[in-house]
């Protein structure tokens, strides 16, 4: 039983509380009088005061690359059994295959070029435009990672102009430059126009790409890196999205809430499968911990990145399944893409400004 003052009690919880019934409980000498609050209700975290909607908990999920269908498809079952939609960041170099590359002309490398190779056919590329349209169908996001996943750092605008070019150009041309019929009407027009919001490989992210991003349809970008879940910031219409540092590990040390970065930090990303167990309960953890401060506090949205790739035998990809399963079940919580998020803020009113945990 918690006999601190009632006023540190409600002070932790002030912003958002149950209805309570509060007991006084006496010990003498008077002086000493404490009081308990025993809450009607099964969890504190985030509730409302009397009478009001509790806040929503967002959760924004993204994938950055795209690519495997094997993970297409796991993602895109675990979003519907859980009441989540998630963002992916599409590499458009997946859309073509390597017989094809020389169609993709990247800024200062030769045509062909890509960091991250190309599809290995035909038929892999066609149940990826299938998965894309999909996912998009299904209340998911379609966003870019750009093409060939090359650090954009020191690009001028012209450069980023003409790779998000270079993207457009051929996610919209997928279906016709791979002899893919059954193209779905719509899809030219979710290439075009539909998506707009970006992630720059590497999170390489500058004043360029930014002011590319707002000529060319963009909304948002969500390269950024912030100590803690913050609020996106809206600059001369664009937001901009970071993902958190989180605790992790013994240590509790901070680190970029992506599969990849704990890969580096936990295997110096190189893989090591019997230790697959001890990973997953560290993500785990640390994913959760964040997701239950923020429940418990401000709620700001908790950002979470992942890839198409099972690192360290898929222990990042299975501690993100338990936390989905857990958290995006809840009513209060709703497991959103960063499109949807924006709209929502957008159509509330609500403040977009900068604002940290």
């Not at 509380?17 to 009081?35: K, N």
């Not at 002899?179 to 290439?191: F, H, K, N, S, V």
């Not at 090591?272 to 239950?292: G, V």
């Amino acid at each position: 039983m918690d006999f601190r003052p009632i006023s540190a009690i409600f002070n932790r919880y002030s912003s958002s509380l149950p209805p309570a019934r509060c007991f006084i409980f006496m010990r003498f000498p008077l002086s000493r009088l404490v009081a308990f609050c025993a809450f009607a209700v099964t969890s504190l975290a985030g509730q409302a005061l009397a009478g009001e909607p509790p806040k929503t908990q967002y959760v924004l999920i993204s994938f950055d690359g795209a690519h495997d269908n094997t993970l297409w498809t796991r993602s895109r079952e675990l979003a519907r059994k859980n009441n989540a939609h998630f963002t992916y960041f599409l590499s458009c170099v997946f859309l073509m295959t390597k017989q094809d590359r020389s169609g993709y002309k990247p800024p200062h490398k030769k045509a062909g070029a890509s960091n991250v190779g190309f599809a290995l056919s035909r038929d892999e590329v066609a149940t990826r435009l299938d998965n894309i349209w999909q996912a998009h169908l299904e209340g998911n996001e379609i966003a870019s990672h750009g093409c060939g996943h090359f650090d954009g750092t020191k690009w001028s605008t012209a450069d980023w102009k003409k790779e998000i070019g270079e993207f457009r150009r051929i996610v919209a041309d997928a279906y016709r430059n791979n002899g893919i019929g059954g193209e779905p009407e719509g899809w030219r027009a979710l290439a075009l126009t539909g998506i707009n919001g970006f992630r720059a490989p590497y999170l390489a992210a500058g004043k360029p790409v930014q002011d590319v991003l707002k000529a060319t349809g963009f909304r948002y970008q969500a390269s950024s890196v912030t100590r803690g879940p913050e609020l996106p910031q809206m600059t001369d219409r664009l937001a901009s999205f970071g993902l958190p540092l989180v605790p992790e590990g013994p240590s509790q040390r901070p680190v970029v809430a992506m599969d990849y970065n704990l890969y580096v930090r936990h295997s110096k990303a190189v893989e090591a499968p019997q230790k697959a167990a001890e990973f997953e309960a560290r993500t785990y953890k640390a994913f959760r911990a964040a997701f239950d401060k923020q429940y418990a506090g401000k709620r700001i949205p908790l950002q979470l990145g992942f890839h198409f790739v099972l690192m360290n035998d898929g222990a990042y990809w299975r501690a993100l399944e338990r936390l989905v399963s857990e958290v995006c079940t809840k009513p209060d919580v709703k497991c959103t893409t960063y499109g949807a998020y924006l709209d929502q803020l957008q159509n509330t009113g609500s403040n977009t400004a900068h604002n940290r945990s």
